[in-house]
């Protein structure tokens, strides 16, 4: 059945990319189980080859534009629910991957203050995923901005995952406040630490 909504939609779109993301590290504890036998089957199938990783201050989505494709038509039963859709999508696009996309395995966050990792809540771990980023925009630009408030995360995983972090800043000490974006990768069962993608000011969007 065709969903009603886009909000049921992305539940299960959400409920899903977990349940991938959970499967992927069973798959990476298995091989790490299996590591001293080199030539079992499971080792073989589950060789974990980690990503490159990305350049700093380098956007996937530089250059990218909302396009219409005719088929995603038939996933709503009614047009308001598919013009809806269309606007998500676009400020999506336009927001580089800041707001949750539509139909594309993205999800949101639901609850920050939710444990996520360690004793940490979600707002915690991702206040310091920023911060490695504020850092990065720190060192190499020679500005003084400071995270002040995590507002939204948006997350798209497999073997690597990408946190989309939207907060509020402060550009020099006392100034107003400023949102802003930071893009950082992180890696399944933490084998190496987070790395900082991007950190800038959020984009105006046009719709």
């Given at each position: ?80 629910s ?14 580089k ?10 999800y ?100």
């Open positions: 059945m065709a969903p009603e909504s886009i909000k049921e939609e992305m539940e299960i779109q959400a409920s899903t990319t977990k349940m991938m993301n959970s499967s992927l590290m069973e798959e990476h504890k298995v091989e790490e189980e299996e590591d001293d036998d080199e030539g079992s089957d499971i080792d073989r199938r589950y060789k974990y080859v980690p990503e490159p990783e990305p350049e700093w201050d380098v956007d996937s989505y530089d250059g990218r534009e909302y396009e219409t494709d005719p088929e995603d038509r038939q996933f709503f039963s009614d047009e308001d598919y013009q809806e859709f269309r606007t998500r999508k676009r400020q999506a696009i336009e927001s991957g800041f707001l949750p996309e539509p139909l594309s395995g993205t949101p966050i639901q609850d920050l203050e939710e444990v996520a990792y360690r004793n940490m809540t979600a707002r915690e771990l991702n206040t310091d995923l920023a911060n490695l980023c504020v850092k990065k925009l720190n060192d190499e630009k020679g500005t003084t901005v400071e995270l002040v408030e995590i507002v939204r995360v948006i997350e798209l995983g497999g073997a690597t995952w990408n946190s989309y972090i939207t907060f509020m800043a402060r550009e020099y000490p006392n100034g107003p406040l400023v949102e802003y974006h930071a893009k950082v990768m992180s890696y399944v069962g933490q084998e190496k630490p987070p790395f900082p993608i991007l950190c800038r000011p959020s984009p105006k969007l046009s719709v």
